[in-house]
């Protein structure tokens, strides 16, 4: 049965290229990226703190932890032992290289919204943020992911553009092109936590849960197959590829978060790749 969790644990996290499962003693420095992803396992009855807050841990201890794309390079969590013990296990989190275009001469209202749809804009924002709060008790993520579509890759994660000397918001996704009614599948087991056919700046948006926190957000759809409150399989045709929203041309931009820590949707799902063995239990 699932079960739904809002508002919880509100941390930054991130994956390894690869899963790495420390072991029950075992808390050397590990090497992450910004927007990767780290699993790894809490000893029998231990607590694990990161930020000073408490981390989810499932009923066979595995919990995850990561960072952002600007993440810093030293990190750390703490594990709280059954005894009281607390013993601090330090990460170092590597840079990466992000792609930024400096354009100049650019219209302002091609740069900045106009009042009249800031509104607009705030409510989508809104709903999009309550969607990622939501968290189900199960680590469906653990089943594998795949990628949504299929097509060339046209945007990638962490790239940037300035215009006018100013920096706009980085790309937080995956952007995958091609024609109007491609089918888009879910990229793994979840639950629909937002539907929504158009949005101002992502058109077609659906969200998908994918368990303690992890979940998929589907931009600039053309059809929506699925309502909220759907549960979803890996592979399931969930919409059709479009270009709604404020885009140049049909595509799927494909994002990941961790409640609202955006990750590396490459990373990710390099790191869960297949199905995670009996191994990762303790």
């Not at 690869?18 to 990226?33: G, I, R, V, W």
């Not at 699993?39 to 000073?52: D, M, V, W």
Request: overall charge positive.
């Amino acid at each position: 049965m699932k079960k739904f969790i809002k508002g919880c644990l509100m941390l930054a996290l991130s994956f390894h290229m690869t899963p790495t499962f420390a072991s029950k003693s075992d808390c050397s420095p590990q090497a992450l990226s910004q927007g990767g992803l780290l699993l790894a396992h809490a000893p029998e009855g231990a607590e694990i703190l990161y930020q000073q807050k408490p981390v989810a841990v499932t009923d066979e201890g595995l919990f995850v932890i990561g960072f952002g794309r600007d993440a810093g390079s030293e990190q750390s969590y703490q594990i709280k032992h059954a005894d009281g013990k607390v013993t601090q296990c330090d990460l170092t989190v590597k840079p990466q290289d992000y792609d930024i275009q400096r354009i100049n001469g650019i219209a302002k209202k091609y740069v900045s919204p106009a009042e009249r749809v800031l509104q607009r804009i705030r409510e989508d924002n809104r709903s999009v943020r309550q969607a990622r709060e939501v968290m189900t008790d199960d680590a469906l993520f653990l089943q594998g992911m795949i990628m949504p579509a299929k097509g060339p890759i046209t945007g990638v994660y962490g790239s940037q553009r300035v215009f006018n000397d100013k920096p706009r918001r980085p790309h937080f996704g995956l952007d995958i092109a091609g024609p109007v009614g491609t089918p888009i599948m879910a990229p793994a087991d979840g639950y629909i936590t937002l539907a929504e056919p158009d949005m101002y700046f992502s058109g077609g948006t659906l969200v998908i849960d994918h368990g303690f926190g992890l979940s998929s957000s589907m931009l600039h759809l053309s059809k929506l197959l699925v309502k909220a409150g759907d549960e979803v399989k890996k592979g399931q045709v969930i919409a059709e590829m479009g270009a709604t929203g404020r885009v140049t041309g049909p595509h799927l931009d494909w994002r990941i978060n961790w409640f609202q820590v955006r990750l590396d949707p490459q990373q990710v799902m390099k790191a869960l790749a297949s199905p995670l063995p009996a191994a990762a239990k303790r």
